[in-house]
């Protein structure tokens, strides 16, 4: 299978946020987290996430991942669960460090275990852990881990 990266192009939105909202269900799944989900459309963090450096991994005109980062700090890494396994994140990864200088930091859910692995395959680390309330509309506990790579 073969797949391009690119910056991130308006003409994509819907895709994108089909495969975000896709599989940021699986994401909060893995926390019992399913009932605090919004589409990405409607998510309040819309204007923070398209502010971003976004690259989209894009197999035969469809979007099938993306990442994004800021300054130190990668922020979201998402593949369409039908195609994880497949290389996609890793390239997604080795492209965005190239834009990062380090130390790079990261957080994600502490039992997102397929995405820790990937993280730690590119020499990411634990350096922190906090269980905190999700809000106070919905106050159920999560945890999350803190990574670094210097």
């Given at each position: 299978m073969t797949f391009q990266i690119f910056p991130y192009q308006q003409k994509y939105f819907d895709q994108l946020c089909q495969v975000m909202d896709k599989s940021r269900m699986q994401e909060l799944k893995s926390e019992d987290l399913e009932a605090v989900f919004i589409s990405l459309k409607n998510a309040p963090y819309l204007d923070y996430?398209?502010?971003?450096r976004i690259y989209i991994a894009v197999e035969r005109q469809k979007l099938v991942g993306f990442v994004g980062a800021k300054p130190?700090?990668?922020?979201?890494?998402y593949v369409d669960p039908d195609k994880q396994g497949q290389g996609i994140?890793?390239?997604l990864m080795k492209r965005v460090l190239l834009d990062l200088s380090r130390p790079v930091q990261?957080?994600?859910f502490t039992h997102n275990l397929k995405a820790k692995r990937l993280y730690q395959k590119f020499g990411f680390q634990v350096i922190d852990s906090v269980t905190e309330k999700?809000?106070?509309?919905?106050?159920?506990?999560f945890s999350?881990?803190?990574m670094k790579l210097n």
């Open positions: 996430f398209l502010s971003c130190h700090h990668l922020e979201f890494l994140g890793t390239a990261l957080d994600v999700w809000s106070d509309a919905y106050p159920v506990d999350q881990d803190k």
